[in-house]
C-alpha cells in the first residue's frame, strides 16, 4: 500500500534540502524524501566545501614556517564533517518532520514514487513530485581513459592524503580551484584544458588573470592542447598531447558533470531526461505537471548551488502557495580561488550582442585603488560593472571575498538599478565593497562631465 504525502523529494542535495525544509518545517506540509545515502550532496561532499576549505586550510597553512600537507588535508576533512553533521544528517531532517528513505528511486507514475533498499520495496505517494538529484562527473571520451584509476571530485576529497602529483584534466571551476588548493600545499600540479584559455565561460581578461595566479602558485598550465591518450603503468597516470607525454602519479578528471537523471524511469511518462537534464518551464515543471525538476536535474539552468536553492524555493511555493512564480536567469556565481573570481548577469561580449553595441558601457577599477585591498596586501583585482543606457545588467569582481561582493551587484541586477542609484548608497569603509561605491561614484560623475560648465559657474557665482 502507497503512503501518501503532499510532496515526494528525490534527492537531497542543496535544492532537495530547501524544499523539504520549507515545505514540511514552513508550510506544515507532509513531506517525503529519498535519497541514496550521502545527504547533503555534491556540495558538501565533493564540491563547495570541501574544495573551499582546502583552500581556506592552505591560507593558514602558507603563513607556517614549516608546511604541512597533511594538516591542510586533516583541516578539510575536519570542516566537511563539521558542515555535515550539522546541516544535512538525517536526524535533523527528520526534526523538520520529514521522512527520509535510504535507497534507490524509480518514478512509477506521475504521482508516485518507488524506492528500492536493502528492506524491500516502499511506494510513495505525493500530490507534487520534485526530482532534485543533482549531477555527476562528466568523463571526456579519451582512448584509454577507462583503464586509469583516475580521480573525479566525488573521489578526490575521501583520500586519506592529499595527493602530491597529479595531472588535472579539464580548467574549470572545479580543475583550476584543485589545482590552486593543491599547489599551495606543496603538490605538483600539472592543469591541462584542451581549449584556447581556462575559465573559458569567462571574459579573455578574467581567464587571464587568473592564470597569472596559479602560474604564481606553482601550477603548470597547458591550455590549446587536445589529449589524444591516457594510460596507466606501473603505478602512474600517463597522458598524451599533441605535444608530448605527461605523468604523474594521480589524474584528476574535471570536464564538466552530467545530470543524474537517465535512471529514474521518466521516459515512460513522456518526460525525455538525458545528461543535459530533464527539460521544465519557467516554473521549473517538466510536460507531467505535477512533476518539478531543479537544481542540475533541470536542463538549461546553470548548475550552481545558488541555482538550485533558488529553484527549488520557487517550486515548493509554485506547487501550494497562491500566485506564480518563475526562476531568475541571473545567478551570481564564483569561482573560489584566492582571490576569488565572481560574475553576475551579462558579460560585455554578452551585452553588446544582446543590446546596441553603443548603448553599452563597461566601467572598470583596479583594485589597487582599493584601500581595504592594499593594507590586506591583496591588490591584484578588479571591479567591473556592465551598464546598458546607465542601467546595471552584469559585473566581474577578482578579489579576496569576491562572492560576498558580487551580492550587491547582483540586486542592482535583478531590479535594474542604475549606475547613479548605486552611487547615492554610501558603503562601510574600509572594505572591498566600497570599492564598488567609488567606481559607481567615479562613473556617474562621469556621466555627467557635459555639464562641467556649469560646475564652474557653480564656483564662480557660489
Request: negative net charge; contains cysteine.
Amino acid at each position: 500500500m502507497a503512503r501518501s504525502y503532499d510532496l515526494v523529494i528525490v534527492g537531497l542535495g542543496p535544492a532537495g534540502l530547501t524544499a523539504a525544509r520549507l515545505a514540511s518545517r514552513e508550510l506544515g506540509l507532509r513531506v517525503a524524501a529519498v535519497d541514496r545515502g550521502r545527504i547533503g550532496g555534491t556540495n558538501v561532499w565533493s564540491g563547495s566545501i570541501p574544495s573551499k576549505a582546502l583552500l581556506e586550510a592552505t591560507v593558514r597553512h602558507r603563513q607556517l614556517a614549516a608546511p604541512d600537507p597533511a594538516t591542510a588535508w586533516g583541516a578539510m576533512v575536519e570542516a566537511r564533517q563539521s558542515v555535515h553533521s550539522h546541516i544535512s544528517d538525517e536526524a535533523s531532517v527528520n526534526d523538520w518532520g520529514v521522512t527520509v528513505h535510504t535507497g534507490s528511486a524509480v518514478v512509477t507514475g506521475p504521482r508516485t514514487v518507488e524506492v528500492m533498499s536493502d528492506d524491500g520495496t516502499t511506494t510513495l505517494e505525493g500530490r507534487f513530485l520534485l526530482i532534485a538529484t543533482g549531477s555527476t562527473p562528466a568523463v571526456p571520451s579519451i582512448p584509454g581513459i577507462a583503464d586509469v584509476p583516475f580521480l573525479t571530485n566525488e573521489t578526490l576529497y575521501d583520500l586519506d592524503s592529499p595527493p602530491m602529483d597529479i595531472i588535472i584534466v579539464g580548467a574549470g571551476p572545479v580543475g583550476v580551484e584543485s589545482a590552486q588548493a593543491l599547489a599551495r600545499i606543496g603538490a605538483k600540479v600539472q592543469l591541462y584544458e584542451t581549449g584556447p584559455r581556462i575559465l573559458p565561460r569567462e571574459e579573455p581578461v578574467f581567464s587571464e588573470r587568473i592564470t597569472d595566479v596559479l602560474r604564481n602558485d606553482g601550477v603548470d598550465v597547458h591550455v590549446g592542447e587536445p589529449i589524444l591518450a591516457a594510460r596507466y603503468e606501473d603505478g602512474r597516470a600517463y597522458v598524451e598531447t599533441a605535444h608530448g607525454e605527461l605523468d604523474a602519479e594521480h589524474l584528476l578528471v574535471a570536464a564538466g558533470r552530467s545530470s543524474s537523471v537517465t535512471s529514474l524511469g521518466l521516459e515512460q511518462l513522456g518526460v525525455v531526461a538525458t545528461p543535459a537534464g530533464i527539460n521544465v518551464d519557467a516554473r521549473s515543471r517538466t510536460v507531467t505537471t505535477s512533476i518539478y525538476a531543479v537544481g542540475d536535474a533541470a536542463a538549461g539552468r546553470p548548475r550552481l548551488t545558488s541555482t538550485a536553492v533558488a529553484d527549488a524555493s520557487l517550486a515548493v511555493r509554485d506547487m501550494f502557495l497562491p500566485g506564480r512564480a518563475q526562476a531568475s536567469t541571473m545567478s551570481p556565481w564564483c569561482v573560489f580561488t584566492e582571490p576569488e573570481l565572481a560574475r553576475v548577469g551579462f558579460t560585455a561580449a554578452q551585452a553588446r550582442e544582446r543590446f546596441r553595441s553603443r548603448a553599452v558601457k563597461v566601467h572598470q577599477l583596479e583594485l589597487s585603488e582599493v584601500h581595504r585591498a592594499l593594507f590586506e596586501g591583496s591588490s591584484e583585482g578588479l571591479i567591473e560593472i556592465v551598464t546598458v543606457h546607465g542601467r546595471i545588467v552584469g559585473g566581474h569582481v577578482i578579489a579576496s571575498r569576491a562572492s560576498e561582493v558580487i551580492n550587491e551587484i547582483a540586486l542592482a541586477v535583478r531590479f535594474s538599478v542604475s549606475i547613479e542609484e548605486l552611487a547615492r548608497v554610501p558603503h562601510v569603509y574600509p572594505t572591498i565593497a566600497s570599492g564598488i561605491g567609488r567606481l559607481a561614484s567615479d562613473q556617474s560623475v562621469l556621466r555627467l562631465r557635459r555639464f562641467k560648465s556649469f560646475a564652474k559657474l557653480g564656483r564662480l557665482t557660489g
